[in-house]
């Protein structure tokens, strides 16, 4: 019976995420044009590096953007969870088939890693801690987030979090056994192992997952109690922490040299590029046009008034916030509980532009190491999920204690379950979203379109579009599939961020030669700057 909360909530969560694509029978991708392809092609590229295949000897510089070197330090590399991936295609899958088995994968490991942290680390009963790991997993912030799914991974995080709270309840004595010491040790090991992995899988999340830790360091320091305790814990354990320290320091130098590398090629965002994507106060009750009970809010002009309004779909639904309010404030005397949603807030209220222009992110910004480098700050968004998750669990543990208690069936405990079931499906509600997908056929027919130009004479390519009316990367994504399937390096690219100098970004020509004059002209101009010889750089006109 306690496996079975646990398996109806994956169920169900993943149903409610991911039932595009699974009733699609997998003709489609979950997520846009953009992030989804650009996140598949980097999965792809580890593996074919980790293959030793052709063009992708090199895993820092993927054959797009040719031949600037270092490109996929633009962004997420995703090696803590191309793992994930790899089974797959050695199985012989298609490449985009292989990413929705990937996406299922880590939506897994995002539920069985919270069901860990809430069952585990708050001791909280195994249908509140499948409650509260479905809205950690499938929650309706979370779901708007899909369209990036190199923000999917937050298993590390739930793993972190529950080796902290783990840590920080341990009874840290001087005369406390070998055994629990070693259980110690070993919990400040997986700690420094998830961080890692987290910030070999996603920036956006381990960044937020270090700010946090900053700011509970600093709760811990400046509170009485949590600071000796802190402090007790340094003593007892100053060699592993030490040795953890190091070790992870050693992991995670190649990719810091890469990514230092790679800011100072393409600079640092100024912070008129940050402010339209930080949360405005409406943008915490905001859960999107797609939402299945509020999505008719977002006509109203207090929510038409968001600027890039798809990073800010932050809301939760009235009725999981109340919920999660009221399980948070009866297990408030719990210090782990405390920490857990205060540090999250304190990051969203740090994060929000309020009425007057007024924000404290900008010293943030401007002081901590990391944050500048951060354009879509309202993705912090993702870190409120955890203390609501948590507070809908221990609402329903509260509940659920309750109306077990006692060997027979009263009518107030059968007035508690129906209470749960029905806070519970209305939660579930709250959750639901309508959520993009594109057509994989599709998209194979667009690369197919791309490579069929590629000719045996081409060293390299660059891919135009003539009269194309879609965005500029559309058409690049196209083209790094195509240089994929062709195996022959592209001048074309899309990132988070582009070399320095790239010409290409707009790749639209219209019919007859008025803008393929510019184009050669770049390209020349490129061709020069690398030393490459320009009669085996193909020009590629492609029909939309």
Not at 219 to 229: A, I, M, N, P, Q
Not at 236 to 241: E, F, Q, R, S, W
Not at 337 to 349: D, E, F
């Amino acid at each position: 019976m306690t496996l079975l909360p646990a398996l109806a909530g994956w169920v169900i969560g993943m149903l409610f995420a991911f039932h595009p694509m699974i009733l699609s029978h997998f003709a489609a991708i979950q997520g846009d044009w953009a992030d989804a392809r650009l996140t598949n092609y980097i999965l792809e590229h580890g593996y074919r590096w980790l293959m030793h295949a052709p063009g992708h000897e090199r895993f820092w510089s993927p054959p797009v953007f040719f031949p600037a070197p270092n490109t996929a330090a633009y962004s997420d590399v995703l090696l803590g969870v191309a793992p994930f991936y790899w089974p797959w295609r050695a199985l012989g899958i298609a490449a985009d088939t292989s990413f929705q088995l990937w996406t299922l994968t880590i939506a897994t490991a995002n539920y069985l890693a919270a069901l860990a942290l809430f069952a585990r680390g708050f001791r909280c009963r195994p249908l509140a801690a499948a409650a509260g790991a479905a809205l950690f997993c499938f929650g309706s912030i979370r779901n708007a987030q899909l369209i990036h799914p190199q923000l999917e991974p937050q298993f590390y995080l739930a793993i972190a979090v529950l080796a902290l709270v783990r840590l920080f309840e341990s009874d840290v004595d001087p005369q406390q056994p070998e055994g629990a010491r070693m259980r110690d040790d070993v919990w400040i090991g997986v700690l420094a192992l998830a961080c890692v992995g987290q910030l070999y899988t996603s920036y956006y999340n381990a960044w937020f997952l270090f700010f946090a830790i900053a700011l509970a360091s600093l709760w811990c320091v400046l509170g009485g109690r949590s600071r000796r305790h802190l402090g007790a814990l340094l003593r007892a354990h100053l060699g592993t922490l030490c040795a953890a320290a190091a070790l992870s320091a050693l992991i995670i130098f190649p990719l810091v040299m890469h990514y230092l590398q790679a800011s100072r090629q393409v600079g640092m965002r100024s912070f008129q590029t940050v402010e339209p994507m930080l949360p405005r106060p409406q943008s915490w009750a905001y859960m999107g046009p797609g939402n299945w009970l509020y999505g008719a809010l977002a006509s109203r002009h207090l929510f038409q008034v968001i600027p890039v309004e798809h990073e800010q779909r932050l809301g939760t639904g009235v009725v999981t916030a109340l919920v999660a309010i009221a399980g948070l404030w009866g297990a408030r005397r719990r210090t782990m509980v405390r920490v857990v949603t205060l540090v999250p807030v304190a990051m969203a209220l740090l994060a929000t532009k309020w009425p007057g222009g007024f924000t404290a992110w900008h010293g943030v910004d401007a002081t901590v190491p990391g944050a500048a480098e951060m354009r879509a700050v309202s993705r912090i968004g993702i870190v409120i999920v955890l203390p609501i998750a948590l507070g809908v669990a221990m609402a329903v543990d509260r509940l659920a204690g309750a109306a077990t208690s006692g060997s027979r069936w009263t009518r107030d405990r059968i007035a508690r379950g129906i209470g749960i079931a029905l806070a519970l499906g209305i939660i579930a509600l709250e959750q639901g979203q309508r959520l993009p997908t594109y057509d994989k056929h599709l998209a194979r027919e667009r690369t197919a379109r791309v490579a069929r130009e590629v000719g045996p004479e081409c060293s390299a390519f660059l891919s135009t579009i003539i009269g194309g009316t879609e965005d500029p990367w559309r058409y690049h994504v196209d083209a790094m599939w195509a240089s994929m399937a062709r195996g022959v390096p592209t001048l074309n690219g899309y990132s988070g961020n582009q070399p320095p100098g790239w010409p290409f970004y707009p790749v639209n020509i219209q019919p007859g030669d008025s803008t393929l004059a510019p184009m050669t002209a770049a390209l020349r101009r490129w061709t020069t700057r690398w030393r490459l010889d320009p009669t085996t750089i193909c020009l590629l006109r492609v029909a939309p």
